[in-house]
């Protein structure tokens, strides 16, 4: 197996977390487990090695109260992965090594009432069939918050390389234990998550492979990269046991000195809204101090002169949801981060001026394009060019930009583009909201997004 070996690293739980930035606290406490700040990672059958490390400026988090959760992707010199069986005939019939791809990033959980923390690997290893779904599009999954409908395995190892325990997930729902039956990690701390004795099992086999790659340079100056073929490490045995135990996927087990912070579903301790909806239980639009809540909806709905308006109204181009300072906020349909601003601090005024946003454009299979603006916001999670699924944290509202006058209430402004058409954004809400602003309906989150191209 590919293992991911932090020198120095004890993993003990009775760090004091420093009263600061959540990821900051958390890069902190990796830094002290693991002063070398590289990852050395490698199979235990071979003598090479891959040099990695935490890429803390994508590092993304979210929280539980007390409880938060950084994950952090990696930077390698070189590529590797985990592939099923599947996946490998999948890529041998259609020579796309896009089947062959796992994401693994480092889990950071902490916990700032009991002051501790515990790190560790996760890996995403979607299903072929998921992956065709989707695209190919398949790695927004966070830590117990999973894409939509995801189906694939997910793995976890210990920062020394230990295989602690996976699942496997059919729709998000948890279908199998995976216990790895190889001798070098029989000797775990961990336990892994017991089943029932009269529950079907059987072996199931998955490789790793690695790609090592070159930069060249002319007198000097970088001029490419190139990789060589993947190569098969080695062919893990498994066991897979049918679970049906209301498990979330994460992971569990408890060593002689402590125990893993337990980490809740995040529609338990921090709701998510319903697919369509960028903050959980919408309750109304904000009021502007002139116009009142109209001057919150999308249109001619302000005082003032506007030749969008024919000079009878002021022209508004989106839509004002109240909530406070912080609250969480998610993406309303899937799609690629093209523009963020998110260079201003909390409450920075700047007249006609958005402050700290995010747009995501999701692309229909017929072309079409829709691009959602998030404005006014205190942080910013993603990049441009990140791919986002629907109801994945990407920021916190706020007061920023024109927001952060004494006199603006804190609100989250939305604005739509369909096809590159301004449009209300109340229509794409899965909570239905009257023309005065008050909720008609709340969203049921158990119904599909009903928008459609």
Same mark, same amino acid.
């Given at each position: 197996?590919?293992?991911?070996?932090?020198?120095?690293?004890? /993993? $003990?739980?009775?760090?004091?977390?420093? /009263?600061?930035?959540?990821?900051?606290?958390?890069?902190?406490?990796?830094?002290?487990?693991?002063?070398?700040?590289?990852?050395?990672?490698?199979?235990?059958?071979?003598?090479?090695?891959?040099?990695?490390?935490?890429?803390? $400026?994508?590092?993304?988090?979210?929280?539980?109260?007390?409880?938060?959760?950084?994950?952090?992707?990696?930077?390698?010199?070189? #590529? %590797?992965?985990?592939?099923?069986?599947? !996946?490998?005939?999948?890529?041998?019939?259609? !020579?796309?090594?896009?089947?062959?791809?796992?994401?693994?990033?480092?889990?950071?959980?902490? =916990?700032?009432?009991?002051?501790?923390?515990?790190?560790?690997? +996760?890996?995403?290893?979607?299903?072929?069939?998921?992956?065709?779904?989707?695209?190919?599009?398949?790695?927004?999954?966070?830590?117990?918050?999973?894409?939509?409908?995801? *189906?694939?395995?997910?793995?976890?190892?210990?920062?020394?390389?230990?295989?602690?325990?996976?699942?496997?997930?059919?729709?998000?729902?948890?279908?199998?234990? @995976?216990?790895?039956? =190889?001798?070098?990690?029989? =000797?775990?701390?961990?336990?892994?998550?017991?089943?029932?004795?009269?529950?079907?099992?059987?072996?199931?086999? +998955?490789?790793?492979?690695?790609?090592?790659?070159?930069?060249?340079?002319?007198?000097?100056?970088?001029?490419?990269?190139?990789?060589?073929?993947? *190569?098969?490490?080695?062919?893990?045995?498994?066991? %897979?046991?049918?679970?049906?135990?209301?498990?979330? !996927?994460? @992971?569990?087990?408890?060593?002689?000195?402590?125990?893993?912070? /337990?980490?809740?579903?995040?529609?338990?301790? $921090?709701?998510?809204?319903?697919?369509?909806?960028?903050?959980?239980?919408?309750?109304?639009?904000?009021?502007?101090?002139?116009?009142?809540?109209?001057?919150?909806?999308?249109?001619?709905?302000?005082?003032?002169?506007?030749?969008?308006?024919?000079?009878?109204? !002021?022209?508004?181009?989106?839509?004002?949801?109240?909530?406070?300072?912080?609250?969480?906020?998610?993406?309303?349909?899937?799609?690629?981060?093209?523009?963020?601003?998110?260079?201003?601090?909390?409450?920075?005024?700047?007249?006609?001026?958005?402050?700290?946003?995010?747009?995501?454009?999701?692309?229909?299979?017929?072309? #079409?394009?829709?691009? @959602?603006?998030?404005?006014?916001?205190?942080?910013?999670?993603?990049?441009?060019?990140? $791919?986002?699924?629907? =109801?994945?944290?990407?920021?916190?509202?706020?007061?920023?930009?024109?927001?952060?006058?004494?006199?603006?209430?804190?609100?989250?402004?939305?604005?739509?583009?369909?096809?590159?058409?301004?449009?209300?954004?109340?229509?794409?809400?899965?909570?239905?909201?009257?023309?005065?602003?008050?909720? @008609?309906?709340?969203?049921?989150?158990?119904?599909?997004?009903?928008?459609?191209?």
């Amino acid at each position: 197996m590919l293992f991911c070996i932090l020198y120095s690293c004890n /993993e $003990e739980y009775t760090h004091e977390l420093p /009263e600061d930035d959540v990821i900051v606290a958390a890069q902190n406490w990796f830094l002290n487990e693991n002063p070398q700040k590289e990852i050395l990672k490698y199979s235990h059958i071979a003598s090479k090695q891959m040099k990695m490390k935490p890429l803390w $400026e994508k590092a993304f988090y979210r929280k539980y109260n007390d409880v938060s959760v950084v994950e952090v992707p990696i930077l390698t010199q070189g #590529n %590797f992965g985990y592939a099923t069986i599947d !996946g490998q005939n999948e890529f041998g019939t259609s !020579g796309d090594t896009r089947f062959l791809q796992s994401l693994t990033r480092i889990v950071i959980v902490s =916990n700032k009432k009991e002051r501790k923390a515990v790190g560790f690997l +996760m890996t995403l290893v979607p299903d072929c069939e998921y992956r065709k779904r989707n695209n190919h599009k398949v790695f927004v999954s966070a830590y117990g918050v999973w894409q939509k409908d995801f *189906s694939g395995l997910i793995l976890y190892h210990s920062l020394d390389g230990r295989y602690l325990n996976g699942w496997k997930l059919e729709n998000k729902i948890v279908t199998h234990t @995976i216990q790895l039956q =190889n001798d070098a990690d029989q =000797n775990l701390d961990f336990k892994i998550i017991p089943t029932k004795q009269d529950e079907a099992c059987y072996n199931y086999y +998955m490789t790793t492979w690695t790609q090592t790659c070159t930069d060249w340079y002319l007198n000097g100056e970088y001029t490419n990269t190139t990789c060589n073929a993947g *190569s098969e490490e080695q062919v893990y045995l498994y066991t %897979f046991c049918n679970y049906s135990g209301g498990s979330t !996927g994460t @992971i569990t087990g408890s060593n002689a000195n402590s125990s893993l912070i /337990e980490v809740p579903e995040l529609n338990v301790n $921090e709701a998510v809204p319903c697919e369509g909806d960028p903050i959980f239980g919408i309750n109304g639009i904000a009021p502007t101090s002139i116009s009142g809540v109209v001057g919150g909806t999308f249109g001619c709905v302000r005082a003032g002169s506007d030749p969008k308006c024919n000079y009878t109204h !002021g022209y508004h181009g989106g839509l004002d949801l109240k909530c406070e300072q912080n609250t969480p906020v998610y993406s309303m349909l899937s799609g690629s981060v093209i523009k963020v601003v998110k260079g201003f601090a909390i409450n920075e005024y700047s007249s006609e001026s958005y402050g700290n946003y995010i747009t995501i454009r999701h692309t229909y299979p017929s072309g #079409n394009t829709v691009d @959602i603006k998030y404005a006014h916001l205190n942080s910013v999670y993603y990049s441009v060019g990140d $791919e986002v699924v629907a =109801n994945v944290l990407i920021g916190r509202s706020g007061k920023t930009g024109n927001a952060a006058a004494p006199s603006v209430v804190a609100h989250l402004h939305i604005e739509v583009k369909n096809s590159g058409v301004s449009v209300d954004p109340a229509y794409y809400l899965a909570t239905v909201l009257s023309n005065n602003g008050t909720v @008609i309906s709340k969203c049921n989150p158990n119904e599909q997004p009903f928008l459609m191209d």
